[in-house]
């Protein structure tokens, strides 16, 4: 089935081998609730805890590919979510800090990538403001819809580093990529359209 779902994504434009096998390796079932585990290797987005939803995997095809991170590299991520994107991260060889605003959702995404041998740091917190103390990174991917470009992530790229990042309102974002080619200049580029759940401020209550 995982094979089948590469073969899709390849169709669909997917050709980083990287990022295809990893996709090939990593139990997206494991991932999303029970109830739509026959249809895990679909290209389907599905809902997670607190109102939240897993990607679907061509998103996440599309959003590594975007970021033109490799083995080594230091990326942070904003929106841990279910735990799969992290996961592709890792399973690259990347070194992953991931932030997530859904106390629920934090407490599960990190004992299951620990279960599957991955070792990413995990912060339960608000992605607008980055991570500052791991900071410049390599890499920002933004897995959540934003309002605006979060200055924070942008300061905390290195130059030759970039941000991959959903923005606009609910549901209908178009997928930029920013890239600090110097200190103070960055290029744009949009990718098209993409449909994310809110990007939403400061850190939910528990
Ligand atoms: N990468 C996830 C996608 C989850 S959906 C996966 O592979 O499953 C996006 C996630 O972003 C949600 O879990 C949501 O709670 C989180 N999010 C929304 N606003 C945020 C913020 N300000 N800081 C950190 N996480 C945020």
């Known amino acids: 089935m995982r094979l089948k779902l590469v073969e899709e994504l390849q169709k669909m434009g997917i050709s980083d ?6 996709i090939k390796k ?70 992953v800090h991931s932030i997530e605003r859904q106390k629920e959702l934090f407490d599960s995404a990190g004992p299951l990538l620990r279960e599957l041998g991955y070792k990413p740091f995990l912060y339960y917190g608000d992605g607008y403001k980055g991570k500052e103390v791991f900071a410049p990174f390599d890499g920002v991917i933004v897995t959540c819809g934003a309002p605006f470009i979060p200055d924070a992530l ?42 994310f759940v809110p990007m939403l401020e400061s850190r939910a209550r528990d």
């Not at 026959?38 to 389907?44: F, Q, R, S, V």
Request: hydrophobic residues 35%.
């Open 26 to 95: 990593i139990p997206r079932h494991f991932f999303i609730d029970s109830t739509f585990e026959k249809h895990a290797y679909t290209n389907k987005a599905f809902p997670i805890a607190s109102g939240q939803t897993i990607s679907q995997p061509h998103t996440v095809a599309n959003q590594t590919e975007l970021l033109k991170c490799k083995t080594g590299d230091t990326v942070l991520e904003i929106g841990t979510g279910s735990g799969y994107q992290c996961a592709v991260l890792c399973e690259m060889g990347m070194k």
């Open 154 to 195: 942008i300061d905390q790229l290195k130059v030759g580093g970039r941000l991959v990042i959903p923005v606009g309102p609910e549901g209908k974002q178009r997928m930029l990529t920013i890239d600090k080619v110097a200190e103070g200049e960055l290029v744009e580029k949009n990718h098209g359209d993409a449909a």
């Open 17 to 22: 081998q990287k990022v295809l096998d990893a």
